[in-house]
């Protein structure tokens, strides 16, 4: 089976991809060929639901690069993975949703159905809790959304904590004043306000007081209003940081809460703030409340991250099956 299909030089270009990487994993995932033949693609193959989807994978491609799109291998990963899963009128609608540009001009869009469905949830609730692995967003997504909604004047001002605790390493004493303190720990905070805002911007709003990097243990006694506050790396919270946090909330204001379980750097036997506050909030189905699970599909980073997290997925899905059969009476 063949099939001929017209696109533009430059969107055949960013389908192709350098060196025709792109065509090359599709060929490779879907057992066809895909060559150029006198301005058109041609698809060729065997098995005629093999050219059928790879068809549907290029033109899904093709509708991202009309939309303005560089693709990427991650791209091009996603539509693959997702080719049985997902309807191009979906992609395509994610692809268009454009929260905001960095500095450098590039658009700032969710990239999964996940990514996407975070955003909406971000804009549709007061409180936001995000949880998933590492690389899916979570927290340059949530700094694109407060940073655009201060800019549009719907907040007055943007408040960014996280707990201070070390990743599995004790940093012993650390010279400076207080801000020189904290600093290593909200450094992931800092990158994404650079990256979006820019560090000139940024810097001004800083000492205006429109932006506030701070520990959470700095959020104790205040009533945060007409604020976007976002609690990063929250399953580092105790149960106690957690509900002084959300009891801060004011008139005006949006949180949102992301953390990874997984990736827990509490002392041993203490439970985790944002473990508390899914069980104790998750089923009461409050409006304005929203709880969403990314997963390793959400992965944006470099593909080996994304077959890293699937792999401690997996390995951490297999050990708890052990446990429950252990569990089960005789």
């Known amino acids: 089976m063949t099939v001929s299909l017209d696109y533009p030089a430059e969107v055949q270009r960013e389908i192709f991809g350098q060196r025709d990487d792109h065509v090359r994993k599709i060929e490779k995932n879907l057992h066809v060929v895909i060559v150029p033949r006198n301005g058109q693609v041609k698809v060729a193959g065997e098995n005629a639901q093999n050219v059928s989807r790879a068809v549907l994978v290029l033109n899904q491609l093709a509708g991202f690069a009309q939309n303005g799109t560089d693709i990427e291998g991650q791209s091009v990963d996603y539509v693959l993975e997702m080719k049985d899963e997902a309807s191009p009128d979906e992609l395509n609608e994610m692809d268009r949703d454009v929260i905001c540009h ?3 001009g590039k658009p700032v869009k969710p990239k999964t159905l996940g990514q996407e469905q975070y955003v909406r949830a971000i804009r549709d609730n007061l409180i936001v809790f995000a949880e998933g ?14 940073i655009t909604a201060f800019q549009n004047k719907e907040v007055s001002r943007i408040i960014l904590t996280r707990p201070a605790i070390e990743a599995g390493e004790k940093l012993g004493f650390l010279p400076g004043d207080l801000q020189q303190k904290v600093d290593p720990y909200l450094r992931p905070l800092y990158d994404a306000l650079y990256q979006i805002m820019g560090a000139e911007k940024f810097q001004a709003n800083m000492e205006k007081g429109l932006i506030e990097v701070a520990p959470l ?15 990063d790396e929250a399953q580092n919270t105790t149960p106690e940081q957690m509900k002084m946090f959300l009891t801060r909330f004011g008139f005006g204001s949006h949180a949102i809460i992301t953390g990874d379980a997984t990736q827990k750097d509490l002392d041993p036997g203490r439970r985790s703030g944002l473990d508390v506050a899914t069980r104790v909030l998750s089923g009461k189905k409050i409006e304005g409340i929203r709880f969403i699970r990314l997963d390793s599909r959400d992965v944006v980073r470099h593909p080996i991250v994304q077959k890293i997290v699937k792999a401690y997925e997996e390995y951490e899905q297999s050990h708890t099956d052990h ?4 569990r089960r009476p005789v």
């Open 102 to 104: 960095t500095v450098s």
């Open 133 to 146: 692995p590492a690389g899916t967003g979570k927290t340059f997504l949530a700094m694109a959304m407060a």
């Open 217 to 231: 243990a700095y959020m104790r006694g205040r009533t945060l209003d007409n604020a976007y506050i976002i609690l």
């Open 323 to 326: 446990r429950n059969q252990l």
